[in-house]
Nanobody, 115 residues
């Protein structure tokens, strides 16, 4: 079992920045990769970025250059630095962790970008 807790969401103005955090606990050594997804009101959950155990990263093309995923192995955490935020970035942001047996999700953190 893996438990995930996100933090760092909030209300920010257009053009601002936020840094989301996701701390993992439990069966940490079973995690192959972790990532961020988001779900806007009335829309399906969509991927944002992910990072493997080895540190390789992947991003949704439309977010490259504005969002950066990183990790701190000592803290069993990943982060999502979001810059130049736009109203369309408003969503609940979820952290996930993928093992060979299952995929785990955090409870989500709300990001609201106001114009």
């Amino acid at each position: 079992q893996v438990q995930l807790v996100e933090s760092g969401g909030g209300l920010v103005q257009v053009g601002g920045s936020l840094r989301l955090s996701c701390e993992a606990s439990g069966s940490i050594t079973s995690i192959n990769r972790m990532g961020w997804y988001r779900q806007a009101p009335g829309k399906q959950r969509e991927p944002v970025a992910r990072i493997t155990r080895g540190g390789s990263t992947e991003y949704v093309d439309s977010l490259k250059g504005r969002f950066t995923i990183s990790r701190d192995n000592a803290k069993n955490a990943i982060y999502l630095q979001m810059n130049s935020l736009k109203p369309e970035d408003t969503a609940v942001y979820y952290c996930n962790a993928v093992t060979t047996a299952a995929t785990y999700w955090g409870q989500g953190t709300q990001v609201t970008v106001s114009s």
